[in-house]
């Protein structure tokens, strides 16, 4: 663990050096602010194929396929996200060895920008998610800088233990993350935390210790709403790992969120799992006021109540499937919910 750290270290000395004031050619700068004035620099959105055609790209002569590594790493640190962005793929193209050092340095980098995924649509994403992306072996063409397992070591360790990095990197990570003595006392603290991790749940309970219970029932939230990614995520936990604590809650959560006058499917669909895993008469019980609210709601209820009794056969769920009328579009339905992973 010393030497990763000192590695860590090393390059992150090596990022800020390179990072400092770094003398531009005068075809650099001229392209710098023709950029600032493109569609690239105005609308901040990239694309995952950026760089990939220089010399003769997209953005023409107005691209930076001629700057040298060393300005597009000083570029790299300088731009606004989209910009920086543009400087930081083409030393990815390049299989510049200066792209690592950035790498660490901007895994704090939370600004936001636009990501282009099809010719109309877009998203929103930070800069430290989209520069992991382009060097994902996954993601990254043949000839691009891609991670070695030793340097996806430390970009894992640097997600894990180093603080004020929140990227979506981060909660892909955790919800990976094996059972691990040495990862308890993080992964605790991160689900702990005033501020919070709603992602540490999941690995969280996967050590099943007694005393993390309360943390995971108190996370059930009221509604557990499309706002609510703690609750949200509670409720996959606790469908995963059922536990008599956590049942009075579940039922409180039912009863609330058939009275209320929203519906949202992924709460009802993973608040459907987690009761199915109590096959008992009280359970049966709750699942009959389904049948007893409006027509409306009845019919969006029983898509997610009938794959949940599916997911979890059990004799006592007899009751309520002779009460189940599911048209065909509905059994699709179900189908589809029973092909998504648990």
Same mark, same amino acid.
């Given at each position: 663990?010393?030497?990763?750290?000192?590695? +860590? +270290?090393?390059?992150?000395?090596?990022?800020?050096?390179?990072?400092?004031?770094?003398?531009?050619?005068?075809?650099?700068?001229?392209?710098?602010?023709?950029?600032?004035?493109?569609?690239? %620099?105005?609308?901040?959105?990239?694309? @995952?194929?950026? #760089?990939?055609?220089?010399?003769?790209?997209?953005? #023409? !002569?107005?691209?930076?396929?001629?700057?040298?590594?060393?300005?597009?790493? @000083?570029?790299? =640190?300088?731009?606004?996200?989209?910009?920086?962005?543009?400087?930081?793929?083409?030393?990815?193209?390049?299989?510049?060895?200066?792209?690592?050092?950035?790498?660490?340095?901007?895994?704090?980098?939370?600004?936001?920008?636009?990501?282009? @995924?099809?010719?109309? %649509?877009?998203?929103?994403?930070?800069? #430290?998610?989209?520069?992991?992306?382009?060097? =994902?072996? %996954?993601?990254?063409?043949?000839?691009?800088?891609? $991670?070695?397992?030793?340097?996806?070591?430390?970009?894992?360790?640097?997600?894990?233990?180093?603080?004020?990095?929140?990227?979506?990197?981060?909660?892909?990570?955790?919800?990976?993350?094996?059972? =691990?003595?040495? @990862?308890?006392?993080?992964?605790?603290?991160?689900?702990?935390?005033?501020?919070?991790?709603?992602?540490?749940?999941?690995?969280?309970? !996967?050590?099943?210790?007694?005393?993390?219970?309360?943390?995971?029932?108190?996370?059930?939230?009221?509604?557990?709403?499309?706002?609510?990614? !703690?609750?949200?995520?509670?409720?996959?936990?606790?469908?995963?790992?059922?536990?008599?604590?956590?049942?009075?809650?579940?039922?409180?959560?039912?009863?609330? =969120?058939?009275?209320?006058?929203?519906?949202?499917?992924?709460?009802?669909?993973?608040?459907?799992?987690?009761?199915?895993?109590?096959?008992?008469?009280?359970?049966?019980?709750?699942?009959?006021?389904?049948?007893?609210?409006?027509?409306?709601?009845?019919?969006?209820?029983?898509?997610? $109540?009938?794959?949940?009794? $599916?997911?979890?056969?059990?004799?006592?769920?007899?009751?309520?499937?002779?009460?189940?009328?599911?048209?065909?579009?509905?059994?699709?339905?179900?189908?589809?919910?029973?092909?998504?992973?648990?």
């Amino acid at each position: 663990m010393g030497r990763v750290l000192s590695l +860590i +270290i090393a390059l992150l000395v090596l990022a800020h050096t390179a990072g400092q004031a770094q003398r531009l050619s005068a075809a650099t700068r001229k392209a710098v602010i023709k950029l600032r004035h493109s569609r690239l %620099g105005q609308d901040n959105t990239v694309g @995952y194929g950026m #760089g990939s055609s220089c010399p003769a790209d997209s953005l #023409g !002569r107005h691209g930076l396929c001629q700057a040298t590594n060393a300005e597009l790493t @000083y570029l790299s =640190n300088q731009l606004k996200p989209s910009l920086r962005t543009y400087a930081f793929s083409i030393l990815v193209r390049r299989r510049a060895p200066e792209v690592f050092p950035l790498l660490l340095t901007h895994l704090r980098d939370g600004q936001q920008m636009w990501a282009r @995924y099809s010719h109309h %649509g877009r998203s929103s994403v930070v800069v #430290g998610d989209f520069w992991l992306a382009l060097v =994902n072996p %996954g993601e990254s063409g043949p000839g691009d800088f891609t $991670l070695t397992p030793a340097q996806q070591v430390i970009i894992d360790s640097l997600l894990l233990f180093q603080p004020s990095i929140c990227l979506e990197a981060q909660a892909q990570l955790l919800s990976t993350l094996p059972v =691990n003595p040495r @990862y308890y006392r993080r992964v605790r603290h991160l689900a702990h935390s005033a501020w919070g991790t709603p992602a540490a749940l999941l690995p969280l309970a !996967r050590y099943q210790r007694a005393a993390d219970r309360p943390l995971i029932r108190r996370s059930l939230g009221y509604r557990a709403g499309q706002h609510n990614s !703690r609750g949200q995520l509670a409720l996959e936990v606790v469908q995963t790992f059922p536990h008599e604590t956590y049942y009075p809650k579940l039922r409180r959560l039912f009863s609330r =969120n058939l009275a209320w006058k929203y519906y949202n499917a992924d709460t009802w669909r993973w608040l459907c799992l987690a009761l199915a895993r109590y096959p008992r008469a009280e359970t049966v019980q709750l699942f009959q006021q389904i049948f007893r609210t409006g027509t409306w709601r009845q019919q969006q209820l029983q898509v997610p $109540l009938q794959a949940a009794l $599916l997911r979890y056969p059990s004799p006592q769920w007899q009751p309520v499937q002779e009460q189940l009328h599911l048209t065909k579009y509905d059994q699709e339905k179900v189908q589809e919910y029973l092909a998504q992973p648990e």
